[in-house]
T-cell receptor, first 115, second 117 residues
């Protein structure tokens, strides 16, 4: 069975603050993919990043960075210098071969960035 | 290029009514997924198609839920005799290739918000 836990239900920060969204996962697969999606109020899920379980290099894309630690089964997401437009629900997801490509999602973290 | 589209965007049904939700995937995408997203929760898998074949329907909550993709493109999710617990956002996603290959990104539609009164 696969499971994704996002312990933070809601986070509120003031613009320009850094914020980290936590994600912890469980899987029996040795090969798997991890994802982060953004869901703005419009409802559409927007893909942000995927990480192969073999690649533990941290990644930075602009103000976004991801910290994958296989030893602790965590895939945390940091937004640097947050902006009001970052306000959304963020989902962490997991996909592995035993699930034939379908994704298991966490319950999401609602991020509110105040001006 | 067009993304994944879903219709209707909003649907209100009286309990006991049948509803049909439509998904138009990205042209040429082999895989199509349906997810159900209850309020305050993450999407949960319902069913998966590879072309016209429904390869996995393990997530369908009851036999009132039925999905089809007869020509391997457009898909319809049908819910018979709707119940209040069916109220949720139904998301459709498509991806270019089938499972078992190198990962390929799922593109999600905007969803259909179903409210059962």
């Amino acid at each position: 069975a696969q499971k994704v836990t996002q312990a933070q239900t809601e986070i509120s920060v003031v613009e320009k603050e850094d914020v980290t969204l936590d994600c912890v996962y469980e899987t029996r697969d040795t090969t798997y993919y991890l994802f982060w999606y953004k869901q703005p109020p419009s409802g559409e899920l927007v893909f942000l990043i995927r990480r192969n379980s073999f690649d533990e290099q941290n990644e930075i894309s602009g103000r976004y960075s991801w910290n994958f630690q296989k030893s602790t089964s965590s895939f945390n997401f940091t937004i640097t210098a947050s902006q009001v437009v970052d306000s959304a629900v963020y989902f962490c997801a997991l996909s592995g071969p035993t699930n034939a490509g379908k994704s298991t999602f966490g319950d999401g973290t609602t991020l509110t960035v105040k001006p | 290029g067009a993304g994944v589209s879903q219709s209707p965007r909003y649907k209100v049904a009286k309990r006991g009514q049948d509803v049909a939700l439509r998904c138009d995937p990205i042209s040429g995408h082999v895989s199509l997924f349906w997810y159900q997203q209850a309020l305050g929760q993450g999407p949960e898998f319902l069913t998966y198609f590879q072309n016209e074949a429904q390869l996995d329907k393990s997530g369908l909550p009851s036999d009132r839920f039925f999905a089809e993709r007869p020509e391997g493109s457009v898909s319809t999710l049908k819910i018979q005799r709707t119940q209040q617990e069916d109220s949720a956002v139904y998301l459709c996603a498509s991806s270019l290739r089938g499972p078992g290959l190198a990962w390929n990104e799922q593109f999600f539609g905007p969803g259909t918000r179903l409210t059962v009164l």
